[in-house]
């Protein structure tokens, strides 16, 4: 039974940094792809990054509001990704989530939900103004 295990959630005042993790165990499914999506209160879940591991030449993509800000990136840890948040925003607050799976199109699909078939449990970041 595969595991994905986000850390590095907690509290920030605005303009601050910080790093999520997010470790992959015990999948023996074919996945090309980890992302990170997020959703705040009263709000839908949003894609915000994703890299591509598998035959994507580490591709990455961001959504225009993290852009700049945001680095996903693999980590030197087998199966783990990282997350660089920096200069946050009190509009980043939500909670985050880790997603792996077969994505089929990387530039249009990255960030559609059901394009990963496994997620975390989520990690709270809260950036207060």
């Known amino acids: 039974q595969g595991q994905l295990v986000e850390s590095g959630g907690g509290s920030v005042q605005a303009g601050g940094s910080l790093t999520l993790s997010c470790a992959a165990t015990g999948y023996t499914a074919t996945t090309n792809a980890m992302a990170w999506f997020r959703q705040a209160p009263g709000k839908e879940r949003e894609a915000i990054a994703a890299i591509f591991t598998r035959g994507g030449s580490g591709s990455v993509f961001y959504a225009d509001s993290v852009k700049g800000r945001f680095t996903i990136s693999e980590a030197n840890v087998k199966n783990t990704v990282n997350l660089q948040m920096n200069s946050l925003k009190a509009e980043d607050t939500g909670m985050y989530y880790c997603?792996?799976?077969?994505?089929?199109?990387?530039?249009?699909?990255?960030?559609?939900?059901?394009?990963?078939?496994?997620w975390g449990q989520g990690t709270q970041v809260t950036v207060s103004s």
């Open positions: 997603a792996l799976g077969w994505v089929r199109r990387y530039d249009d699909m990255w960030s559609l939900a059901n394009e990963y078939d496994y």
